[in-house]
């Protein structure tokens, strides 16, 4: 099987979320829509697709967005049937090039409980930093 790394085309989409659900990294209430993966490219990220060179089947998808200071990874994943076969290794490898492309720091957040993306993370160069927690506003209704 031959994978090749791609950019994102808005007609993705819909495979692209199939894969971010079937993942545990998709769902509607993190805002991830079509209208945030455009701006996030516009504004200097990436989204990145890895797919078969022959069928064009979406294999991963890796999101960099970028805030002018640092870049950010997100919604690293490869689709469940291809797991364990070694391709996340590509993918991180092309999202690595263009992260430092950009000449900013690469940040990223995984659960601790994620063992095989932390081994993956902690390979590829990622360094640990240390106890924190993370907060979120998903909503300002309150406020
Ligand atoms: C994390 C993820 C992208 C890794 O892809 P994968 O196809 O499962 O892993 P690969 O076969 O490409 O292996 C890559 C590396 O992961 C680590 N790894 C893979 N399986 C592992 C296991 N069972 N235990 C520990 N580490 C493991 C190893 O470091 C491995 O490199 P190595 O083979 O040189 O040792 C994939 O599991 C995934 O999509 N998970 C769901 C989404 C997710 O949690 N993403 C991360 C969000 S932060």
Known sequence: MKLKTRDYQPEDFKEVA?????TGMGGEFRGDDRQVIDRSIQVG???????????????????????????????FGISP???GKGFSKQLLKASLAFAKKTGLQLKLEVHRDNIIARELYIKAGFKYLGDYDVYIIRNYENL
Do not use: C, N, P, V
């Open 18 to 22: 199939a894969l971010w659900e079937a």
């Open 45 to 75: 990220g990436k989204l990145l697709i890895l797919e078969d060179e022959h069928t064009h089947k979406l294999i991963g998808t890796s999101w960099m967005t970028m805030d002018g200071r640092r870049i950010y990874l997100h919604h």
């Open 81 to 83: 049937a291809f797991q």
